[in-house]
């Protein structure tokens, strides 16, 4: 019988008892009026369930039969959980049951179909999809909303494994590796789990306040002042002694972090440079390695997961992936370790008798949570970025242990996304990926609406203009330049990821203009994302503009380069630039997100704090997963704000945790 392969195979044990509305949405289904003598009662039905991102499954049944399965995977990592859709597919088919073996690699998306699976099955037989009430988290109650889900039913009993560290760290990306290298440096045992086959990555850009690279380039911050940008640009939604700590901590962490680059023969550098922003301060926080002529000793060159996992690993950090933490063990309201699933699905214990540091990367790749905490936002994105398994999982797993999640929900969102020209953004246009990745969005070019008429200052900060798009028609705008772009680059002299040529120091840019000029711009006219045309007017009609506003709205703006001033609406003359050079270019311009920037609430010791603002002890969270810090716009005048601060946090949390 299906239930009893179900039970055998254990794939919905401590996810969602046995098939739960809170952790597996379950759609309407179409069926006929009158039950089937049969097993199943024919007709369509579909489900969601969490993988990478949110997975829809609709099977069809006879009465006796699933006649047709189809998966919507198209949020899943494109060559793993995507590459996988097909095979999944057939293994349902071919079992006759949601109770397959994983796909190799793609084990997260695998275990996704399963869940949503085994609820289209229990809708077509009839069977109950609400999580019984003897198996109902204790923190979780009638109230919480849908995204939340119940938490997971584990027990001792169930695990197959029993697991004993010192420090257990949850997640392999930019703070997980941070935090994991500080703590075994501090002497403790530590065990790093990740649900994916491989880390995250380690970003770069990494932000930071009196390094020694700063120190030698003369650069000064002044502390106060960038605590008052900080609190301002979140409108005093941050808790100051955070950033007060961020600015203490984050040279030596920098500093940390150059020492292990230059054991691999890899230079940091301070992306130099005063700005030349006069209406919004810049500070020149950023750090980069510079990996061209690295060597990863296997013919390629190294990046910073690399650099920090082979450091880590020395020191006698282990490493499990395809491990997925599904709740938090709290014994006498300390976190003493986590229930989790291994590579094959199987429920296991791991003990962590000096901590856990969750960090997991937030949910930029959960479109439920996304839609139900910052819908606002999500209207105005074409395209998502974020780290591929960033679904909230550690969130949720501090919310059911009863810790206290921001109240204002954000996230980074860059205005570097083209879409074609009638493509509109939101939900449905950021989880199909059909848009292009516009580096140079950024840039300070003449921005339009759809009217073609000027109606923001240009030269604000990544989302600022994004959210100004929100009283604009399709909640987009319209980016246009000329053929003498990367002339008027130099003299915008941007900073951060946006510029595009070496720093004032000689520090390289994240894409230098000549990728663009020479594959990116390209590439996006091919693909039509971005317009060529030889006129204005046939620039407009491509973009869909009316062509007598857009030629006025130009000629406007060349006068107002002529005169050296933007009496319009005040942006500096440096960063005005003509628009006569033909052929011109032009883009349908919206955002993408990086990540969401709110969390759980931490003190300046790293613990998640109560719903009471008492610490939780044992447990620690950092990076995305983390709150208190960031609020509606992210600072992005001050280069690896975010990044710099979970590179600091988690080496703090390493070192708290270790007992140090």
């Known amino acids: ?84 859709g097909e095979t999944l597919r057939q293994k349902l088919l071919e079992a006759q049951s949601a109770a397959i073996d994983v796909v ?26 609400i999580l019984p009430d003897n198996t109902a988290s204790a923190n979780t109650n009638s109230d919480s909303p849908t995204w939340l889900g119940a938490e997971p039913n584990i027990s001792d009993s169930d695990c197959v494994s029993i697991i004993d560290t010192e420090v257990l760290v949850v997640g392999c990306g930019t703070g997980g590796l941070f935090a994991c290298c500080s ?3 501090n002497g403790a045992r530590t065990l790093v789990i990740e649900k994916n086959s491989a880390g995250g990555g380690v970003r770069d850009d990494l932000g930071a306040l009196n390094s020694r690279y700063q120190q030698a380039s003369g650069a000064k911050i002044d502390k106060f002042a960038y605590i008052t940008e900080l609190t301002k640009t979140a409108a005093g939604r941050v808790d100051q002694r955070l950033i007060r700590l961020f600015c203490e901590e984050s040279g030596e962490t920098i500093n940390w972090y150059g020492d292990r680059l230059a054991e691999r023969n890899v230079q940091l550098w301070h992306e130099g440079g005063e700005g030349h922003n006069e209406r919004y301060p810049y500070f020149a926080t950023g750090h980069s390695p510079r990996w061209t002529g690295s060597n990863d000793g296997k013919g ?8 920090l996992c082979d450091y880590a690993a020395s020191l006698g950090v282990e490493f499990k992936y395809e491990t997925k933490m599904q709740k938090l063990i709290i014994d ?37 949570m996304l839609n139900a905490l910052q819908p606002e936002n999500l209207a105005l994105l074409g395209r998502n970025e974020a780290i591929p398994g960033t679904t909230g999982d550690g969130i949720r797993a501090c919310l059911w242990a009863g810790a ?76 246009i330049f000329d053929s003498d772009w990367t002339a008027h680059i130099q003299s915008f002299a941007t900073h951060g990821c946006s510029r595009m040529f070496p720093f004032e120091n000689g520090a390289d840019p994240n894409i230098p203009f000549q990728a663009v000029e020479h594959e990116m711009l390209p590439g996006l006219v091919e693909q039509g994302f971005v317009i060529k045309a030889d006129t204005l007017e046939e620039l407009a009609k491509g973009l869909h503009l009316p062509a007598d506003k857009l030629v006025k709205t130009v ?3 060349n006068q107002l380069y002529e005169l050296g001033e933007d009496q319009d609406f005040g942006k500096e003359a440096s960063r005005l630039s003509p628009v006569r ?61 975010a990044c710099g601060r979970t590179v600091t946090f988690g080496r703090r949390a390493g070192r708290i945790a270790a007992g140090k």
């Open 183 to 185: 703590a075994a440096e």
């Open 581 to 641: 050079k033909a052929p011109f270019y032009g883009a349908k311009n919206c955002g993408f997100i990086l990540c969401t920037m709110d969390g759980i609430q931490i003190n300046t010791n790293m613990n998640a704090v109560g719903k009471d603002g008492s610490p939780i002890e044992g447990l620690y969270v950092v990076g995305n997963d983390s709150g208190a810090y960031f609020a509606y716009s992210y600072p992005n005048l001050s280069t690896g704000a």
């Open 104 to 129: 190799s690699g793609a084990s997260v998306t695998s275990q996704g179909v399963m869940k949503a699976a085994a609820a289209c099955i229990a809708q077509a037989k009839g069977e109950s999809v």
């Open 404 to 479: 206290k999640f921001d109240d204002t929900h954000s996230m980074m969102a860059f205005d570097r996304c083209a879409l074609k020209p009638d493509a509109v953004p939101g939900l449905e246009q950021a989880k199909s990926g059909e848009s292009g990745f516009f580096w140079m969005g950024s840039q300070p070019w003449l921005k339009v609406n759809a009217d073609g008429e000027r109606f923001f200052n240009e030269s604000g900060t990544y989302d600022g203009i994004l959210h100004a798009d929100e009283f604009q028609k399709d909640r987009s705008h319209y980016t």
């Open 1 to 84: 019988m299906e239930g009893n392969e179900l039970n055998r195979r254990n794939f919905l044990k401590g996810a969602a008892g046995v098939v739960s509305a809170a952790a597996v949405g379950v759609l309407a289904g179409c069926s006929s009026q009158t039950a089937a003598k049969g097993t199943y009662t024919p007709g369509t039905y579909s489900a969601t369930a969490e993988g990478i991102s949110t997975i829809k499954v609709t099977m069809t049944f006879d009465a006796e039969r699933i006649t047709d399965v189809q998966l919507d995977v198209s949020g899943e990592t494109k060559d793993i959980g995507q590459a996988a």
């Open 555 to 557: 000629e406007r703006y």
């Open 300 to 307: 390629g060159e190294l990046n910073g997961s690399t650099v």
């Open 332 to 368: 006498k309201g300390r976190v003493v370790g986590v229930y989790a699933t291994d590579a094959k699905d199987q429920p296991i214990r791991i003990n962590a008798g000096k901590g856990v540091i969750v960090c997991t990367g937030g949910y930029g790749r959960n479109y439920e």
